[in-house]
């Protein structure tokens, strides 16, 4: 009912920069909750950052707020995770997420994107 594909990773340095894009098809766009959850080798799917629908409300894990930002373009379908000051330990992969609800745990997720791949060498 909706897909989710990712774009935007790759590798960088430490201290770097990245931007993934999330482009959506199907339902409308507007009416999902979206966010952004990572997992790394041998370790759960964690989350990352969450936006509502309305784009009214954000959320982040500790582990990435002041560094991480979300945002959406509902006219353009698309969620944007804008990572900056990037550290090794952000290597993983990054999967879109769309859910009815806010999507704060992979529990409320509804649909998932095929992951991106982000490595931050030291």
């Known amino acids: 009912q909706v897909q989710l594909v990712e774009s935007g990773g790759g590798l960088v340095q430490a201290g770097g920069s990245l931007r993934l894009s999330c482009a959506a098809s199907g339902r409308t766009f507007s009416s999902y909750a979206m966010g952004w959850f990572r997992q790394a080798p041998g370790k759960e799917r964690e989350f990352v950052a969450a936006i509502s629908w309305s784009g009214g409300s954000t959320y982040y894990a500790d582990s990435v707020k002041g560094r991480f930002t979300i945002s959406r373009d509902n006219a353009k379908n698309t969620v944007y995770l804008q990572m900056n000051s990037l550290k090794p330990e952000d290597t993983a992969v990054y999967y879109c997420?769309?859910?009815?609800?806010?999507?704060?745990?992979?529990?409320?997720?509804?649909?998932w994107g095929q992951g991106t791949q982000v490595t931050v060498s030291s």
């Open positions: 997420a769309a859910g009815v609800y806010t999507v704060v745990a992979a529990t409320r997720v509804d649909y």
